[in-house]
Every structure is written in structure tokens, then in C-alpha cells.
């Protein structure tokens, strides 16, 4: 068990292990962030979660930065270690690789990625 000290911190970022994911390299796009955190000396300023599915397995391996509220999808190692340069080392989300990003609006599609299915439905009459 472990409490982290997150003030100061700038970036969550969270790297989804779902099956779907996992099935997908999950686990070596977790390792990628981790060790690129650490060679860029950020493991300060970032704080990484594993999490279970967070329902967009079309678009595995799905990665998740807040602040932003920056959703990517298809993310492999290289696109991980990309994402840690670009995103969380010098502000500038890799704008290709969204499937959502938050607004003010709310969370907006980007690049046409999968839909989905609505979450809202009809009411039966
Ligand atoms: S397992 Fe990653 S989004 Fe479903």
C-alpha cells in the first residue's frame, strides 16, 4: 500500500490495463510512460494510475491526461513515449492521437475516431 505526496504534481495521467488494452500491449505503453517519466526526471511533477477499462476498447491502448481531459487512443510504445515529450514535458497535446478532448463545453470528439454507443437512450413508452 502506498500514499503518494501529490502536491505539486501537474499531470495524472491514466493508462487503462483493461483486457482490451492488455490484449493491445497495455502493458508495455505502461512501462513506456513510466520510463520516460523517469528518464525526463518527472516523476515529481506526473502522477501515473493503472486503471481497468474505461470503456473505449475500440480505440486500445486508450492513455487519459488530466488536466487536459486529453483521451488517446491506439497509443503503442512509441506514441507513449511521444505522448510524454509532447503532452506532459512540453504542454503541446499530440493532436492526431485524441479521441476526446474537455472543453468548457464538455468532452469533444476529435479525429473521427470510433463513436460508440450512445449512453443516452430513448425513454420506452
Ligand atoms: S480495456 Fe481499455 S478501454 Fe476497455
Known amino acids: 500500500m502506498t500514499t503518494w505526496n501529490l ?4 499531470h495524472h495521467v491514466l493508462m487503462c490495463n483493461g483486457s482490451s488494452c492488455m490484449r ?3 502493458e508495455e505503453v505502461t512501462q513506456a510512460i513510466r520510463e520516460e517519466i523517469t528518464a525526463r526526471n518527472m516523476d515529481e511533477v506526473v502522477h501515473t494510475s493503472r486503471t481497468r ?9 486508450v492513455v487519459i491526461v488530466y488536466p487536459e481531459g486529453a483521451w488517446y487512443e491506439e497509443v503503442d510504445v512509441d506514441l507513449a ?3 510524454v515529450g509532447e503532452h506532459l514535458e512540453n504542454g503541446q497535446v499530440v ?6 478532448v474537455t472543453t468548457e463545453k464538455g468532452m469533444e470528439p476529435r479525429n473521427n475516431r470510433t463513436v ?10
Open 7 to 10: 502536491e505539486g504534481n501537474q
Open 81 to 83: 513515449r511521444k505522448i
Open 53 to 61: 477499462c474505461n470503456g473505449r476498447c475500440k480505440g486500445a491502448c
Open 116 to 125: 460508440g454507443i450512445d449512453k443516452v437512450k430513448e425513454p420506452s413508452c
Open 95 to 100: 493532436e492526431h492521437a485524441l479521441s476526446y
Open 24 to 26: 493491445k500491449g497495455g
